[in-house]
C-alpha cells in the first residue's frame, strides 16, 4: 500500500498548517495512504480533499485508479474521462456521485453500477428525475 509522507509534501511545496494536524493525526511523518484514513482526517479535522488531492498529486493518476473513492476525487478536481468513471463505478455509492458530481448527467456506465446497490439505484432514480425537470 502507498504511504503519504512529510517528506512527500515538502518536496511539492505542500508543507503549510495542515500538516501538524496530519502528524498528530497519524503519530509520525508518515500515513498509509487507503480511504479508511482519510475519512479519519476528515473527521479529525483535515479537509477530505486535502488529503486526497495530496495522494494524487505525489503519486500518478493510474495508482489512484485502484480505489473508487480515490478515482471519483480525482475527478471532481480534474474533470471527467472514462478511466475514472469506470474506476469509480467499482462501488455503487461512488457511481451516484460521479454521476451527481461530475459528469453531471446520466451515463449508462454510472447508472448500471449503482443499479447493483438499492440505496444507490434509489438514489441515482431521484437524481435521474431531477436532471429531467
Known sequence: MSKLTIDMLKQIGEYDANISKFQRMFGGKEMEVNFKNILKASRKGLDMEWVASHFIDIFNKESSLAL????FLYAKENGPDDETRLASCKDPIYALLYAKEVDR?????????????????????????????
Not at 473508487?68 to 478515482?71: K, L, Q, R, Y
Not at 448527467?105 to 434509489?122: G, Q
Open 105 to 133: 448527467c446520466v451515463k449508462e456506465e454510472t447508472k448500471e453500477a449503482a443499479c447493483l446497490d438499492w440505496v444507490a439505484k434509489y438514489g441515482y432514480d431521484i437524481f435521474e428525475e431531477s436532471i429531467k425537470k
Open 68 to 71: 473508487p473513492g480515490i478515482a
